[in-house]
């Protein structure tokens, strides 16, 4: 528990609902600590002591801010009261509240993995709108988010965008995945992945947090769980020069690259640079949510007629169907 003394960037914080409510100097809030690491905002390490900390997300993270990005304002500064305990006087920990191991009695479906340049490069967006379409091509996608900083945003979009189920890490018990030990990583990757298959989803969507240079992002990518479970990797970029380059040295290390998504796919000339940069498909929000090119992108044959899409008439890009049976598909 903490009493917020000073605002400063996030003058929010997230409820179990979903909403946001508006934070006032002497607010009491009930928030987690934990390590963050976000090149457009904060990087935080839990402080070694219950002294003056900051809000470093509006999810309920309090940590030690160590650097910001020059765009923004100061953290909001909190006074930590005490560790909330139970009943039997031990400190509350998000773990206490995790999802139970799921067991799974079957294959798991074909999984489709988002990775990208960076923070804010276009991953959820891109998960966002494969969602959709799959969705609306009747496949019952589930989504998760392995890695990052807990905060609600990402979960309740891609909610909204028709996931039979989302889940994130902090379904498992973390607040954050920064500085964890990678085997607690990978354990919690796989614990992700066997839900979303109990619960009868028809294919996996799989966000990787920041960019693939980042340390715990770059150390499970390489990692036998995610290669083991990865039947395609769709890789989201700014611009065609991280397009390339990210395709490039995810190929180089035996990943199979199937397109290339993200912020880049805005801007018609960006578009234009990437598509003539990279050989893989690079495709848009369009293409992206329509149920029949949505199906090829992750090798899955479609489920309802043309006519259900309001947004038919895109014709789908062949070059898909040849790189996803190039990796397997």
């Avoid at 995790?98 to 993995?113: Q, Y």
């Avoid at 309740?156 to 920064?178: C, E, N, P």
């Avoid at 039947?231 to 180089?252: C, K, N, P, S, Y």
Wanted: aromatic letters at 6%.
């Amino acid at each position: 528990m903490a009493v917020v003394e000073r605002l400063g960037h996030h003058t929010r914080l997230e409820l179990p609902s979903g909403r946001k409510a508006t934070l006032h100097i002497g607010d009491e809030i009930i928030v987690a600590y934990a390590d963050r690491y976000a090149p457009d905002q904060y990087e935080a390490n839990v402080p070694i002591n219950l002294g003056i900390t900051q809000l470093v997300a509006s999810g309920g993270v309090a940590s030690h801010v160590l650097s910001r990005h020059e765009s923004l304002r100061l953290a909001t500064r909190i006074r930590p009261v005490g560790l909330i305990a139970d009943e039997r006087g031990m400190a509350l920990n998000l773990r206490d509240f995790a999802l139970a191991p799921s067991p799974v009695a079957h294959t798991r479906p074909r999984t489709i993995a988002v990775v990208g340049t960076s923070m804010n490069s276009g991953k959820t967006t891109t998960n966002r709108y494969l969602v959709n379409g799959l969705n609306r091509g009747g496949h019952r996608p589930g989504a998760t988010k392995v890695t990052g900083t807990g905060s609600g945003g990402d979960y309740w979009i891609i909610k909204d965008a028709g996931a039979h189920m989302m889940l994130d890490f902090t379904d498992v018990g973390f607040a954050s995945t920064y500085r964890m030990p990678m085997f607690a990583i990978e354990r919690a990757y796989i614990e992700l992945l066997d839900h979303l298959t109990y619960a009868n989803c028809g294919v996996l969507l799989v966000e990787v947090a920041d960019g693939i240079y980042q340390k715990e992002t770059a150390k499970l990518i390489d990692s036998a769980p995610f290669r083991e479970s990865v039947d395609g990797v769709i890789f989201a970029a700014g611009d065609a020069m991280g397009a390339a380059h990210g395709v490039e040295t995810l190929q180089r290390m035996g990943l199979p690259v199937i397109a290339v998504a993200g912020r880049l796919t805005a801007s018609p000339l960006a578009l234009r640079e990437a598509r003539q940069a990279c050989a893989v498909p690079v495709l848009t929000s369009y293409q992206l949510r329509d149920p029949e090119e949505a199906a090829q992108i992750v090798g899955l044959s479609r489920k309802v007629d043309a006519s259900d899409d309001e947004d038919r008439g895109r014709p789908a890009l062949s070059i898909v169907d040849s790189v996803l049976a190039s990796t397997g598909s």
